[in-house]
């Protein structure tokens, strides 16, 4: 039993080096993402004083002026899912494959803050427990200053952890709103494009009757 216990002991000594350099990437990335986070959002109030009202009252009528106020390129793909909409030449199996793929790049982009939620938490109690052993034999040994020494590691790992995963939570929950947002504000467009097209298919309808009268 002392053979299997110390073998677990040396396995998790091991895993510290690992950890601690995890929780510092994570911190790193953490930091990375609040800038992100800032751009992002500077880019999407630009993006709702120029377009957005337009969107909002978007009818029949408006789809090809909203279609010609906009760029031809930009690195929002907030506005590039805009534009596939709009594009008249687009069917109704097209648009729902526009939705999903701004579906798929929503998700993409929420799975950095994702990470750090849940693994943040992980790692900084990984980077707690492992430490405490070697405090306790310290301790036990009279040896206060190797205790002091782990205590620290273990208060460290515990404050970098929590801090990446704070980070990553509030972005993640506010991301969310921001593209659910986004996604109604689409799908509304599309409600719009779908009734044009019936619009018109009525109109053809009508004008096949009349010629054929």
Same mark, same amino acid.
């Given at each position: 039993? /002392?053979?299997?216990?110390?073998?677990?002991? *040396?396995?998790? /000594?091991?895993?510290?080096?690992? +950890?601690?350099?995890?929780?510092?990437l994570f911190f790193?990335?953490?930091?990375?993402?609040? &800038?992100?986070?800032?751009?992002?959002?500077?880019?999407?109030?630009?993006? #709702?004083?120029?377009?957005?009202?337009? +969107?909002? =009252?978007?009818t029949t009528d408006?789809?090809?002026?909203?279609? =010609?106020?906009?760029? #031809?390129?930009?690195?929002?793909? !907030?506005?590039?899912?805009?534009?596939?909409?709009?594009?008249?030449?687009? $069917?109704?199996?097209?648009?729902?494959?526009?939705?999903? $793929?701004?579906?798929?790049?929503?998700?993409?982009?929420?799975?950095?803050?994702?990470?750090?939620?849940?693994?943040?938490?992980?790692?900084? !109690?990984?980077?707690? !427990?492992?430490?405490?052993?070697?405090?306790?034999?310290?301790?036990?040994?009279?040896?206060?200053?190797?205790?002091?020494? /782990?205590?620290?590691?273990?208060?460290?790992?515990?404050? +970098? &952890?929590?801090?990446?995963?704070?980070?990553?939570?509030?972005?993640?929950?506010?991301?969310?709103? *921001?593209?659910?947002? #986004?996604? /109604?504000?689409?799908?509304?467009?599309? $409600?719009?494009?779908?009734?044009?097209?019936?619009?018109?298919?009525?109109?053809?309808? =009508? $004008?096949?009757?009349?010629?054929?009268?």
């Amino acid at each position: 039993m /002392n053979y299997i216990s110390d073998i677990l002991f *040396w396995i998790s /000594n091991g895993l510290l080096v690992p +950890v601690v350099v995890l929780l510092i990437l994570f911190f790193l990335r953490s930091l990375l993402l609040i &800038g992100n986070f800032f751009g992002q959002y500077l880019q999407i109030r630009k993006t #709702d004083r120029l377009f957005m009202a337009k +969107v909002e =009252a978007l009818t029949t009528d408006t789809v090809e002026e909203l279609r =010609a106020s906009m760029p #031809d390129k930009t690195r929002s793909p !907030l506005l590039g899912c805009l534009a596939g909409l709009l594009d008249t030449t687009k $069917d109704k199996a097209h648009r729902q494959l526009l939705l999903s $793929d701004y579906e798929i790049a929503a998700d993409k982009d929420l799975g950095t803050s994702k990470t750090l939620s849940k693994m943040g938490p992980m790692l900084g !109690l990984m980077g707690t !427990l492992i430490p405490m052993g070697p405090a306790l034999v310290g301790l036990s040994t009279g040896d206060i200053g190797s205790m002091a020494y /782990n205590m620290q590691v273990a208060f460290a790992t515990t404050v +970098v &952890g929590l801090f990446s995963a704070a980070i990553g939570f509030i972005t993640q929950q506010v991301k969310q709103r *921001w593209y659910t947002k #986004d996604l /109604n504000r689409l799908e509304f467009v599309c $409600d719009v494009l779908d009734g044009r097209a019936g619009q018109a298919g009525t109109v053809a309808g =009508a $004008d096949v009757k009349e010629d054929g009268r």
